[in-house]
């Protein structure tokens, strides 16, 4: 019987963690609004200049993973690896594409 319920245990586990531990499911939407405030908080002084940038980095269809990962500090002491920027292949791109538009877009004004 305590054979039959551990093995029970056992192959329930993986199952419960799968549905109990979704992160991102989990974590709330990632907003313009929040963007702007991150990107303040991490140096940029202008709120014209951080609301424009986030705007941006947002329209550029940057997905909720890559803006929590912009929003994140894990990169504010050691720089993520150039080519993936820390997020995947299509969000590091989106990122590139913002950072030209913000250069063009938001610093001229």
Do not use: H, W
Not at 73 to 100: H, I
């Amino acid at each position: 019987m305590r054979i039959s319920l551990i093995a029970a245990a056992l192959i329930a586990l993986p199952v419960l963690a799968a549905c109990g531990n979704d992160n991102a499911a989990a974590a709330p939407t990632v907003t313009q609004a929040d963007l702007a405030k991150s990107l303040q908080d991490k140096g940029i002084k202008s709120k014209q200049l951080a609301d424009c940038a986030a705007k941006l980095f947002v329209e550029q269809g940057i997905s909720q993973e890559g803006l929590r990962v912009m929003m994140s500090d894990k990169y504010d002491t050691t720089a993520p690896d150039q080519q993936t920027l820390g997020m995947n292949a299509d969000d590091a791109q989106k990122a590139r594409t913002a950072s030209s538009r913000i250069a063009t877009e938001c610093m001229t004004r």
